[in-house]
């Protein structure tokens, strides 16, 4: 019960956080990404405010080996950039370039998106079902070294 109660209140922080930044406002964000045209920086606050929590977090986790809920951390991930990190960026920030959104904001904006937000969310779904598929045949592709 204590892990439900956990995950909702950091889920409403983070839903809210992204409706107040304009995270979900896909004109704002497509003006962030739009650096060789009419190049909109506020949202590097946004950017620059999560990193100071999450490399607070990060420092945390280096000192601890189970959560608040006592459930075992999983190990930091990899820090090394291969070809399907790079793969899978340009694909994330193509995405978020061509809509405006990426799944946390899309998921923030369920209640009041409209249409075309429930087709970015069943292409996401779609993506997150072929994604390990897709990983498999990578995999083979392109063996790791």
Do not use: N
């Amino acid at each position: 019960m204590l892990k439900l109660i956990i995950a909702f209140i950091a889920g409403g922080f983070f839903g809210s956080g992204l409706f107040v930044s304009g995270m979900t406002d896909t004109t704002k964000v497509q003006g962030w990404l739009d650096v060789f045209g009419a190049w909109d920086p506020t949202l590097a606050f946004v950017m620059v405010g999560a990193m100071i929590p999450m490399a607070i977090a990060w420092l945390i986790r280096k000192q601890r080996t189970t959560s608040l809920t006592g459930e075992a951390l999983p190990p930091p991930p990899s820090t090394e950039i291969d070809g399907k990190l790079i793969l899978g960026s340009v694909m994330f920030g193509m995405g978020w370039g061509l809509v405006g959104l990426c799944p946390g904001p899309s998921i923030a904006s369920l209640s009041y998106g409209g249409p075309s937000l429930y087709v970015f969310l069943a292409a996401m779904m779609g993506g997150m079902l072929i994604a390990p598929f897709a990983r498999a045949h990578l995999d083979r592709v392109v063996p790791a070294e």
